[in-house]
């Protein structure tokens, strides 16, 4: 009789395991079709947005040359050109999520990708009064990336776990190894607002933002950027205590 009821215990277990192995593929199923469609849909608004911004762009142009210094009409052609400017890095947002960068693996340090973003908004930390905290690793190997694409990856999550935060508030990055299973783990975890658990679902999801200025396609390029990688990604967040995105890559891109 025990060794029935242990039994039935292990396949209760094995067949849990499975029930959440085939939830986590059919979520990252619906992602992949989200993004695939996105893109397309992507592809052909930011043509025309461009082809449009070039035409406005040039006419305001001309029609700023015209006006004399301290004219209030040069000033109104001046916020039209810096709007112009602000969807033409809109649309390069979405060139970039419509037709992605095919990756260049090489051997590639964390370490130091992690330190070079972390120089890139150290002005941006300091003003805003947030530390970042480095929890690295000892002896972390080098890992096949792309350097360019990955320190776009961390750029992003570092520049959202900043707008999330408050004055004197931290973001600690993390990095793990696990040699047994040949991968590394890479972790941002901020004391800021967090995510509910309603929009955790739909944060990779394309032009979803919780920013009021934002595009909604950052988190998407990163889980793509991620999955290019063969990597992983998750999120964890709770409501006005922070949140922490989790990336696992594998040391090596072969088979």
């Known amino acids: 009789m025990g060794e029935i009821k242990q039994k039935s215990g292990d396949l209760l277990t094995e067949l849990d395991n499975a029930y959440k192995l085939l939830r986590k593929t059919q979520e990252e199923l619906i992602i992949k079709e989200k993004l695939s469609i996105a893109g397309g849909l992507a592809a052909g608004v930011a043509h025309e947005l461009r082809n449009s911004l070039n035409i406005i762009g040039i006419s305001v142009q001309y029609l700023h040359d015209k006006f004399n210094p301290g004219d209030e009409r040069r000033e109104f052609t001046e916020a039209i050109m810096n709007k112009v400017e602000k969807l033409n890095s809109v649309t390069t947002d979405l060139i970039h999520f419509a037709r992605p960068q095919n990756p260049r693996f090489k051997k590639g340090n964390i370490h130091k990708i992690l330190d070079r973003t972390i120089s890139l908004v150290k002005f941006k930390c300091i003003v805003q009064k947030v530390s970042v905290v480095r929890a690295y690793a000892a002896n972390l190997p080098l890992i096949e990336i792309d350097n360019e694409l990955m320190e776009q990856v961390a750029l992003n999550l570092i520049d959202n776990a ?17 040699p047994e299973n040949y991968f590394i783990e890479i ?51 709770k409501l006005k205590k922070g949140t922490t995105f989790k990336i696992r890559l594998p040391i090596s891109q072969k088979e």
């Not at 900043?162 to 696990?178: D, Q, V």
């Open 162 to 178: 900043l707008w999330a935060m408050h004055e004197r508030e931290k973001l600690i990055i993390s990095t793990m190894i696990f």
């Open 187 to 237: 972790k941002f975890t901020d004391t800021g607002c967090g995510i509910s658990r309603k929009d955790i679902s739909r944060i990779f999801d394309p032009f979803f933002t919780l920013r009021e200025n934002g595009t909604g396609l950052g988190l998407s390029i990163v889980h793509r950027i991620v999955e290019e990688h063969k990597g992983s990604i998750e999120v964890e967040s």
